[in-house]
């Protein structure tokens, strides 16, 4: 054993640590060398173990040059600056400086503010100054002022010269008597007695009574499309007749202005053709109103004796007007030839018609006629009741 740790000591790294003394030296190495120790063969002749490795030594020289230390610079987050006091810059102004409070500086007063001022000192009653001054007032004593107005205000002002003085008239405000009872009643105002409100209390006019069932109901669409569209549906689709109505008035708006025939006019008070394309449901409207019969014929059995019918002319109310002069229209459409092709086709049938009413070449004209004729022939069998 006493062998052994002599061979262990000879085996031991010679160490050898080198400084630098020069005075710009950073950085320290240290040299580890591990020399080949031989054979030990005179101390261990019996000894065949292999020398022990030292993890600790190192094969080379590796040198250790530690990084420069970072110096961080403290600087404050706020700078802070000395303010500078200039007493010329003082936000409070002296009084000796303020040229609002002397009496030069405030503007001179107007010409009814002056008239104010010295009606109330003489103790009488001054101008309105709510009011603005008339420019007469203003360049009433300034001549130069005078000759740069404009020629009408000249004339004016040369007029209010010449006028007569405030206490003579120069006509008379009497009203003319017809007799020693009245006046003239052409000279009174009638009408005003009328527009003053019947009942006091009311802001408008008082409603027409008895109120319609559905007055308090909101229509979104006019009557006259609502119509028109509910007379368009098949089988319920009402979707589908909606959508007929929207490419109905689309044609009418995209169409040429209409010329209208004398012969067969329109509606009085009717619009100038160039207006109908701008609005489509008046277009509809008159259309549909012009060619609207005014009564039906009803056959009454017996009537006339003998079994012969007796036909007798009955008036229509403004919806069954419309709905027989839109039957009129669709039936007419049906006729005509299919042009394009697609679901707009029966609509723009529709609506060429429509125009084909308003320029007066539709036979639903001869048929509206051809009817009133009728009605007319047959008015004499109307029995009116008699008067008790």
Known sequence: MHAISQTSEHWNCDSGVARDHDTSASSIETQSFCHDVEDQSHHTPHNTMPPRLNVKCFTRS????PQPRLQWSVRPATRFSVSQYRSY????TSGANDRSAKVDAKPEDH?????????????EQGPDLSRGTPVEDIVKNDKDAQEKLPKVMK????????AAPKGSRSYSTMTTQTSSQGLDMGLVDVQSAAKLPQIPGLKFEMPTLPLPKDGHVKRRYDPVVEQVTNLLMRHGEKSVAQSNMAR???HLRTSPIPTINPAKPLLPGAPPPSHLPLNPILYLTLAIDSVAPLMRIRSQRGAAGGGVALQIPVPMHLRQRRRTAIEWIMSNASKRRNVGSGKGSFAQRIAQELIAVVEGRSTVWDRRNALHKLGVAARANIVLPKKR
Do not use: F
Request: charge should be positive; hydrophobic fraction near 40%.
């Open 62 to 65: 590796m040198p250790l040059r």
């Open 89 to 92: 810059s003082d936000s409070k």
């Open 111 to 123: 010409v009814s503010q002056e008239a104010a001022k010295t009606a109330e000192i003489m103790g």
């Open 155 to 162: 004339d004016k002002l040369k007029a209010n010269a010449n």
């Open 248 to 250: 109905i008035l689309q």
